[in-house]
């Protein structure tokens, strides 16, 4: 079993910053964020592997940093140069496999979510 908690949504108008995180607890080779609109789908947003390889969708590529805490196995999200568009439930992900694709069905156990709104 593998649980997981996020922290750190919250409200910022565009241009500005936020860093999420996830406390993980259990094994999970794999890790991710996703995040759903209203009346949108889940969208994968980054995701890495317990070796360092990360995933990025090209809507958040050179502005979002996924990491993970090495000491305590927490990931993070830091996102940068927020849009209007990134406002979503931003949810983690992990899995105890080795996803090779940032997709919903790779990953088992989710998080409840932290909402992230970003006002123009």
């Known amino acids: 079993q593998v649980h997981l908690v996020e922290s750190g949504g919250g409200s910022v108008q565009a241009g500005g910053s936020l860093k999420l995180s996830c406390a993980v607890s259990?094994?999970?080779?794999?890790r991710a964020w996703f995040r759903q609109a209203p009346a949108k789908e889940r969208e994968g947003v980054a995701q890495i592997n317990t070796n360092g390889h990360t995933i990025y969708a090209d809507s958040v590529k050179d502005r979002f940093i996924i990491s993970q805490d090495s000491a305590n196995g927490t990931l993070h999200l830091q996102m940068n140069s927020l849009k209007p568009e990134d406002t979503a439930m931003y949810y983690c992900?992990?899995?105890?496999?080795?996803?090779?694709?940032?997709?919903?069905?790779?990953?088992?156990?989710w998080g409840q979510g932290t909402q992230v709104t970003v006002s123009s």
């Open positions: 259990g094994l999970a080779h794999s």
């Open positions: 992900a992990a899995d105890p496999g080795w996803s090779r694709s940032l997709a919903s069905w790779n990953f088992a156990f």
